[in-house]
Every structure is written in C-alpha cells, then in structure tokens.
C-alpha cells in the first residue's frame, strides 16, 4: 500500500492552472458539445475541421485530453413548482426518478517541460517514491501556452458547434463543500457531489470505493476500424430513403447506456522529429524485408505514412482512447462488459480489455497528470484520423426559459422544458410564433395539441380552439372553460350583443356587429349598398344608447330585433329614408329566423357562458354545422369576433388560436382573406395562430394553406409521417426541409422504448425531435378514444367532478395492472 501524497502527480493548482511533479503545465476547460441527433453529414464535416484547426495550433510537446463523463441519475420532481395544478402534479409523480445519462466534458491541454522523461508501462508516476518537481516553471513559457489554448478556445466558439469555459481553481481542486474535477476523477464522484474520500485497489482489478470499474482501450492500430470519419449511420434511425448521422465515436458517448468516462488523448510532438523518426524505421525495415514478408509490409505501411504525411500535408501525432466504466460492487461485471464492447464493435474496432496496465492508464487519467501516460500503450496516426474519435455530442438541454411546455428527450424521456415560441424568436431563428402542425391520423396529433394547449393554458395564456372532432372536450372541462358545441337537444348560441365588464362599444365592436348582420341578411354573391352599410351603422349605435337609457332591457338580438320595429322604425320616418335607401322591411324579414320563435332563435340570444374577453380557454366544437349553409358562416364571423377582441383588447397577454381541421371549412365559406389576415398580424398583439392537419394532399391542393399558413408559420411540428415515406418529396419540398431534417422526420417512432408508451413529434426550431410522453391522468384528459371517453365521463359523475372522476380512473387502472 502507498500513499497517495507521496506519488500523485499535481504539484499544485493556481492561476486557473495545473502543475505537475515534473514541472507539465495543465489549463482545463468545460465543453458544451451539440445535442446529440441534431447534426448533419455536413455539420460533422463542418466540427471535424474544427477540431482539426483548433489542435493544430497547439505547440509541439502538447497533450490533448478530452475527457467525457457519462453517469446514470434519476430525475428529481419539483412539486413546489408545479403547484397546485392537477395535470403538472400528475406529470411531476409520472416522471420522479426516472433514470437518464448526464453528460459533462471536459478538456485538458498539456504543455510538458522540455526535461520531461516519457512514460511507459515500465515507469510511470505510480513508482516514483518521492514528489520532487524537475525544474522551476518560468512565466514565458506559461505565457507563450496560454496563448496557444486561447486561440484554440477562439478557433472551437468560433465554429458555433461548441462553447468553453475555462475552469478556475475551484473547479480544478474542490472546494470544502464541492468537488473539484481533479478528486471527481479519483474517487469517482457525480458532478456537484460533496467530497468524498474513497479507497482505491488496484491490485486484482480496480475497485474504487464500491465501484468495481473496468478499462476498455484503444491503442493498438490493429484493433480499430479500418475507415474511420466525422460520422457514421445510425441503422436503428435510418430508412431505406434516408441516412441518419451521429458522431462516428457516439457509440461510445450518449449511446453507451452505463457509468463511464470516455478518455480521449491525442499527443503533439516535433512533427519533423516524428517523421524523421519514421524514415530511420523505415529503412531498418527495408533492410530486413528480405527476412520476413512481416517486415515487408511494414516497410510498406510506413512508406505509405510517411507519403501522406508529406503530400498531404498531414500533422503526425499519437493517441489513445479509453472506456473506463463502473458498476457497483454487488452489479453484475458481466453485463457492463458486453455494453463496452458491443459499442466498440459498432465502430468496427475490438474491444481490449486492460488489466495489467489499467492502474497506469487510469492514473494517467488524473487532470493535469497526462504526462506520465505510458506512451507504449498509443498509436501513430495523422490529426485527421484521431480526431474522428472525439466525442462531438451531448444530451438534450432543457430551455431556462419561463414559458414552454414540457416533452422527453429521445434517449430516455428525461422531462424537459422546451420553448418553441420565444426562445426562437429571441434567438433570431423565427419572426413569428405561429405554428403548423402536420400528422396523420394515429400519429398523436391531438395528444400533442392537447398537451401544448394544456401547458399554454396553466402559464396563463388565452387559449381560443376550433374542433372538429370533440378532441379538447376532456381538458375544456377540466380547466373549466367554455365549451360550445351543436346538438339538437342543446344547440350553439352566442350574444355578440353583450359587453361584459370593462368592455366598451369601439369602432372594431361595431364594424364586426355590422359584418355578422349583413352576412346573415345578404348572399354570399349578393352586394350591399352605402346606404345600407350606413343605416346598418346608425342603427346600431341607436340601440346602444337605447340600452344605456334603460338598464332593464337584456342587450341580446331578441331586443334589437324589437328596437328596430319599434324605435328604429321611426327614425327613418322622420329622417325621410327611402325604402330603396334602406329596406328595413326585408332586413326584418330575411332576419326574422334569428328572433324569438324563429328556426335559428337560440343562435343570437344567449344568456349563459357571455364573458368570453375574459375566458382563458374557449373550444368551439363545429363538427355537427361544419357543413350547415347558414349556422357556419354565422358562427366562424362569431368566433373571428371574439379572437380578434382578444387580440386587440388584451395587452400584454398571450393569446393563440388553435384551428384544427375546420380550417377546411372555413378557407370553402370566403374566410380565406381572414387566415391570412391573422397569420400575418397576430404577431404584433403578443399572439399565435396554431393551424392542425392531417394529409399531405390537404397542404400540397389548397393555396390558403400553401401561401397564408406555411409561408406566415415559422414553426413547423411534424408527426409520424411513415405513411408517406415513399412520397415525402412533395413534402420536403414544400415545407423547405433539408435533408437532415427529411432523416429526423423520418426517424421518428421507428425505436422506441418498448417499455413505455409514447409517440415522437418533430419540431422546427429547434430542429429536433421529442418524446411526448404523458401521465396516466394526462392520457385519460387528452383521449379520444371513445370507450375511454365514456369512462372517463362515468367516473366524473359518480365522483361528481371531471378532476376527481379522473384521478379515481387512474387509481383504479394502476392497481389493476399492479
């Protein structure tokens, strides 16, 4: 046993530095790599060279060490946050310690003292038996490095792939209460984890604390794959039509499902030294090729090399690359085993297991103690090549935005708060926060609208929905809100007369007034006159003030009707108005269906469910009139009405409309001109319109969609869109989507976790594609199942509300399946 003072390599950590025993000089950056499957072929082209450049400009006698943290946690429910919304709490219980990886990266650049003796299995720090440093570091040469590792920093942020943070002396060394990286690498800790002193066999395996770990190299040129690159497909996302890209070395990084450090080291020598070195091989090997056909390749390999290094103008360096994975002491190794080397071997390369020379490979692991890597256990290669076996991915970030709804990463379904409205538009990447949603039936389409409009609706925006399908029923009754909807029994009505509180009669009130009666009197062919327009105008403003002289009449169209028989009559009398000026008679007339008694009577008169400025959350349900040639018209000018006030009455409010596949209907019924209209300036008053649909043929034959929603609707959602894999092109066309965006469409649902049950959506910006997976109380709000459905209403009425018929379900299923 040794202690571990008298052979650990640092010497000493200051100036946001690390200096070793032997006098090496170590600065260490953390590194926000991309999110993992959201790159391209090009985009890995693009990092690669980025990589390349930025080592290159590292001084010979460098050390390159990017070490990736891979650790199995559990997600930690906020309940404080959810409040006492029952939808988030329900959501919070579902996803509390569900399992996902962390990710954090590190990079170390190394400068070794000029008296520094290479190591090698036969020596190395682990057998010094005294620290003494070898000679006393100046500042020129600290100074010359820091600004070699500042230009390598500026080259990698530069490239908009990578941001990284130089690491202070508290972040390298630890603090009483946090770890630094230096002791995290040691005793194996989490990141943020208290100190914790552990011990260290290394003797008959490496046990670290409880944690039984194991090496897996890459040293040996004869062990990895024959053709390496920035990327690699990746099968399980890949169709017959489309390649999906990840990181060549991925298979190592966020693929590989344990506890593990992914080690990567690359050494920069005198190139000119090296290749000299080289040429002097390769004629001991000419001489000896007569010998053995053995030394005859060789000589060949190194004659290859050497022409490459020159014509190409290649960087010679060696490297190396390891998988230190852990388990705990009572864990099947076995298992871990096979993880590692099924990874190695969907690179193509052969996984070696390190025994006797792990102690020194995972000692030289220690931040700032690269120097004493044993330099027999590396390969010669070119910049170009080693660089492909970085690691160039990281797991899905979570938005730290206030507003967005919550959806899984694809890896593990890790919740995650995603802002798909301003975050963008902050970012530069949107105008608008308009959407378009486009998925098949059996997609989960109305899963995710459901849950979107659900979040949007508990951070306190207006939330407006047009169905045609009773798909939002469950969550307007479970908010509470206002759910109009047609049938015989209990059929749609409204009272655009009614001003609630607050609300006043403007020039916009009276103009949507005005348009909702001229459409129920005149055709859709049929033209009115000025003079009409104008007594239409002044009889409007006449019965206002009607109401305001006697408070007890009900503003309704019942007492209009009866104003303009009675009041309204005489006044064109007096004024002398012509009947050809204003046919009052046959406006009585053709509305007279609209007054009491009348065949449509219950349409203008409501009595109930009149504050509709104020409501948070409106569902019009017009599946039952979607094709009636009177009530639809009315009813859409209605519910335009009622957005519109929305929009320009509410200041500093969200507000969205979500129209489902009614926009059908509506775009036939000469409501084209208003889609635009509101595509184009919901925008400016704080909101966003939201259009559903379901076929492909739907976007491709109509131009309403084609130029007033795609082209005003920079967030575009995409669902399972499988069924048309074999005609996507018209897609992709109209949409604009590049070919990373046809692979990640594409991709989606066809890997799933067979362990849960959840559908993947699309969404653009970010570029990326989620989980929407939900609650068991969530699932039973958003179904549209029927047989669920009805259950659903059963429980409610025996519980006595839609909140604890739900709750009671869901109890009742779990235990069933418990």
């Not at 090729?289 to 190409?312: G, H, M, P, Q, V």
């Not at 960087?315 to 190695?344: G, I, Q, T, Y």
């Not at 327009?533 to 007890?552: I, M, P, Q, R, W």
Request: with cysteine.
């Amino acid at each position: 046993m040794k202690e571990i003072e008298k052979i650990f390599p640092i010497y000493k950590v200051e100036n946001d530095a690390i200096l070793s025993v032997q006098g090496d000089i170590t600065v260490a950056f953390e590194a926000i790599l991309p999110e993992i499957f959201t790159m391209g072929e090009r985009d890995y082209e693009a990092f690669h060279q980025a990589w390349v450049r930025a080592i290159r400009l590292l001084p010979p006698h460098s050390i390159f060490h990017k070490q990736d943290w891979f650790t199995d946690r559990k997600y930690r429910a906020d309940f404080e946050k959810a409040g006492e919304a029952f939808l988030s709490l329900s959501s919070e219980r579902f996803f509390n310690e569900r399992p996902y990886l962390s990710h954090s990266c590190y990079i170390y650049l190394t400068k070794q003292a000029k008296e520094h003796k290479p190591a090698s299995s036969a020596y190395t720090g682990l057998l010094r038996k005294s620290i003494v440093p070898h000679q006393t570091v100046s500042t020129r040469p600290f100074m010359d490095f820091m600004d070699s590792a500042g230009q390598f920093q500026r080259i990698l942020t530069d490239s908009g792939f990578v941001n990284l943070k130089r690491l202070d002396d508290d972040a390298l060394a630890g603090t009483a209460n946090k770890a630094g990286i230096i002791e995290r690498y040691c005793f194996l800790l989490d990141e943020g984890e208290q100190p914790t002193i552990r011990d260290i066999h290394l003797k008959d395996g490496m046990l670290i604390g409880d944690k039984r770990s194991m090496l897996f190299t890459l040293s040996d040129a004869e062990e990895l794959p024959a053709l390496c690159g920035p990327r690699i497909n990746h099968d399980r996302y890949s169709t017959d039509r489309s390649k999906f890209s990840v990181g060549f070395a991925s298979p190592l990084g966020m693929l590989l499902d344990c506890n593990h450090v992914y080690n990567q080291y690359i050494f920069v020598d005198d190139a000119p030294k090296t290749l000299k070195r080289m040429e002097a091989k390769r004629l001991r090997l000419q001489s000896l090729s007569a010998y053995s056909r053995e030394n005859a390749i060789a000589r060949d390999a190194t004659n290859d090399f050497l022409n490459e290094a020159i014509s190409e103008q290649r960087l010679p360096v060696k490297a190396h690359f390891n998988v230190l994975a852990w388990c705990n002491d009572n864990e099947d190794p076995n298992e871990l085993r096979n993880k590692v080397s099924s990874a190695m071997a969907q690179m193509d390369a052969v996984a070696k297991q390190e025994r006797d020379g792990a102690p020194q490979v995972w000692f030289a692991g220690i931040p700032g103690g690269e120097g004493d890597f044993p330099m027999n256990d590396t390969f010669d290669s070119f910049l170009e090549q080693t660089t492909c076996f970085l690691n160039k991915e990281t797991g899905y970030r979570t938005s730290i935005s206030p507003f967005g709804i919550r959806l899984g990463d694809r890896l593990h379904g890790k919740p995650l708060h995603v802002d798909i409205s301003d975050e963008p538009m902050k970012r530069g990447l949107t105008t608008n926060r308009n959407k378009f949603i486009l998925g098949p039936s059996g997609s989960g389409k109305s899963f995710f609208t459901n849950h979107m409009v659900r979040s949007y609706y508990e951070q306190g925006t207006h939330v407006v929905l047009l169905d045609v399908g009773h798909s939002y029923k469950g969550l307007c009754d479970l908010v509470d809100g206002y759910y109009f909807t047609y049938s015989e029994a209990n059929p749609i009505k409204f009272n655009p007369f009614y001003l609630t509180e607050g609300d006043v009669l403007d020039t916009e009130k009276k103009e949507s007034l005005k348009t909702l009666l001229l459409a129920l009197w005149k055709k859709e062919d049929e033209r009115f006159t000025r003079s009409e327009y104008v007594g239409l105008s002044n009889a409007l403003t006449g019965y206002f003030v009607h109401l305001e002289k006697d408070k007890t009449i009900f503003p309704c169209f019942n007492t209009f009707y009866e104003y303009l028989k009675s009041e309204y009559m005489k006044v064109l009398e007096d004024g002398n108005v012509k009947e050809k000026d204003f046919d009052i008679s046959n406006f009585l007339y053709v509305l007279n269906p609209y007054y009491k008694g009348g065949e449509f009577d219950y349409l203008l008169n409501a009595t109930e469910n009149l504050d509709l400025l104020h409501q948070r959350f409106i569902v019009f349900e017009l599946d039952a009139i979607k094709d009636h040639p009177i009530l639809f018209p009315a009813v859409t000018l209605i519910i335009m009405d009622v957005f519109i006030s929305k929009m320009r009455k509410l200041k500093g409010v969200r507000k969205a409309i979500l129209i489902e596949e009614c926009w059908k209907a509506i775009a036939k019924e000469g409501m084209a001109e208003y889609i635009k209209y509101l595509f184009k300036t919901v925008r400016k008053f704080y909101g966003e319109a939201i259009v559903v649909t379901q076929e492909v043929e739907d976007i491709i034959s109509s131009p309403i969609v084609k130029q007033a929603i795609i082209n005003n609707a920079d967030c575009k959602i995409l669902l399972d869109q499988s069924k048309y894999e074999n005609r996507f092109d018209q897609l992709q066309e109209m949409l604009g989507l590049n070919e990373r965006q046809k692979a990640l469409i594409l991709s989606m649902n066809r890997a799933n976790d067979p362990k849960r049950i959840y559908k993947e959506v699309y969404i653009f910006p970010p570029g990326k594609v989620y989980r929407t997976e939900v609650s068991l109380e969530e699932y039973l709000t958003y179904t549209t199942e029927e047989s669920e459905k009805v259950k659903v209403q059963e429980y409610a009425a025996k519980y006595g509300s839609i909140r604890k018929g739900i709750a009671e379900l869901a109890n009742d299923i779990r235990s069933k399946s418990a």
